[in-house]
């Protein structure tokens, strides 16, 4: 099984079966078709009486440090920090791409960039990249998503037009939006200083409106299996709330980081020249009163959906990662991805692979470091031998004593 494979019957597999399991797809042929084989584990759990429910929630432009969960800063993100407490956190996780387009379809297709077609802004998904709102509205699965999709390779604020598996009654990209407003409220809504108007209230920012479809969508389709994708522009610039968000930092500061004093000395050139001269000039805590109040609205937005779950697809709030059908599904695949970077000779393949904090059952050892991966045969240099008995290799993988 190549990694393309792999990524099909195991990523497509979990999102379509666990609920609170948000995982995507790499593309499979050029032609339209999503027939992925469901692997044993995964057909059990499906079978089960718990809908397959999944919802994903982004916010734009937010530092790991932005969240209260994550480090006290006198920053107001109680929703996002409920949300870390009852689920699990990923800390050591990174972004694929530091820009907006790239970032995006990696979410939405489970491919990189350099092979989803999105390597910059304002590109196109190649024409042989799905979805995941394709795969699986192909299985049945109902797919709406609301809020910055940045993929239409036309401008900041997209098409308005839904794209192929997601519902048409509820795609509402920033376009739709500003379709939606006055000429003059266009206008203020793309400037940082309405933020300060006393009369623009939260029914004519994007987070809301956003928010305001995801309840909508949970109120009349929970009881559905669904995917549901919840994409806020907030807290990027203009950074739009109501004033009374940005006037309760009108006084804040947000805290400088240590590696702020790094002088870049040794490091690579182009993160040198990222850096600009802002390092050069000292250390100054950042006063963004806009912006910060954005971001808190935006928590307050996610507060509207996270209640709307608790009241219309209940299911969804447990939390399944200590659960033993979730630990049966998570274990398997953990282990496949284990034999699958053995048969491909992964020269990463390390224990700590291995051990994992929810992997009990497992305790750290070299075993790993002691496997033998074949070098396959292309009929020039004569086959490997296997160490123990000096024969040919007819596998890839074997174990060598220590």
Request: hydrophobic share 30%.
């Amino acid at each position: 099984m190549n990694r393309r494979d792999f990524i099909k019957s195991a990523g497509l597999t979990s999102v379509a079966a666990v609920s609170g399991t948000a995982a995507a797809t790499q593309n499979k042929q050029v032609e339209h078709v999503c027939a992925t084989e469901l692997h044993p584990d995964l057909r059990k759990a499906s079978s089960a009486p718990r809908k397959r429910q999944v919802i994903v929630i982004l916010e734009e432009s937010v530092r790991y440090d932005m969240l209260n969960c994550n480090r006290q800063t006198g920053l107001r993100t109680p929703y996002m920090d409920r949300l870390a407490v009852s689920g699990m956190r990923f800390t050591k996780a990174y972004n694929c791409q530091p820009v907006c387009s790239p970032a995006r379809p990696a979410v939405w297709t489970g491919a990189s960039p350099h092979t989803n077609g999105v390597w910059g802004n304002s590109m196109q998904l190649g024409r042989n990249v799905h979805t995941i709102g394709q795969r699986l509205s192909d299985q049945g699965i109902h797919c709406a998503f609301m809020g910055k999709w940045h993929l239409s390779a036309t401008d900041y604020f997209d098409s308005g037009i839904c794209p192929p598996g997601w519902d048409p009654q509820y795609w509402y990209d920033m376009r739709t939006f500003l379709m939606e407003l006055s000429p003059e409220d266009r206008v203020k809504s793309r400037q940082p200083a309405t933020s300060d108007d006393p009369t623009w209230p939260a029914e004519k920012c994007y987070a809301y409106r956003v928010a305001k479809r995801a309840v909508d969508f949970l109120k009349h389709h929970g009881n559905e299996e669904f995917l549901l994708c919840v994409a806020f522009d907030e807290p990027h610039g203009p950074s739009i709330a109501p004033r009374q968000y940005s006037q309760s930092y009108k006084d804040f500061k947000f805290p400088s980081n240590p590696n702020q004093a790094d002088p870049m000395t040794d490091k690579p050139v182009s993160q040198d020249l990222w850096s600009g001269t802002a390092l050069r000039h000292g250390i100054h805590p950042i006063h963004q009163p806009h912006y910060f109040g954005s971001h808190t609205f935006c928590d307050d937005q996610i507060g509207r959906v996270l209640d709307q779950i608790q009241q219309s697809a209940p299911d969804e709030m447990h939390n399944l990662i200590g659960s033993a059908e979730h630990a049966s599904i998570r274990n398997g695949l953990h282990d496949r991805i284990l034999a699958w970077m053995d048969d491909t000779r992964d020269p990463f393949r390390g224990y700590y692979w291995t051990t994992r904090p929810w992997r009990p059952d497992i305790k750290a050892n070299f075993h790993c470091s002691g496997m033998m991966r074949i070098t396959p045969y292309d009929g020039y240099l004569p086959r490997d031998l296997v160490y123990e008995t000096g024969l040919d290799a007819t596998k890839n993988v074997y174990w060598k004593p220590m």
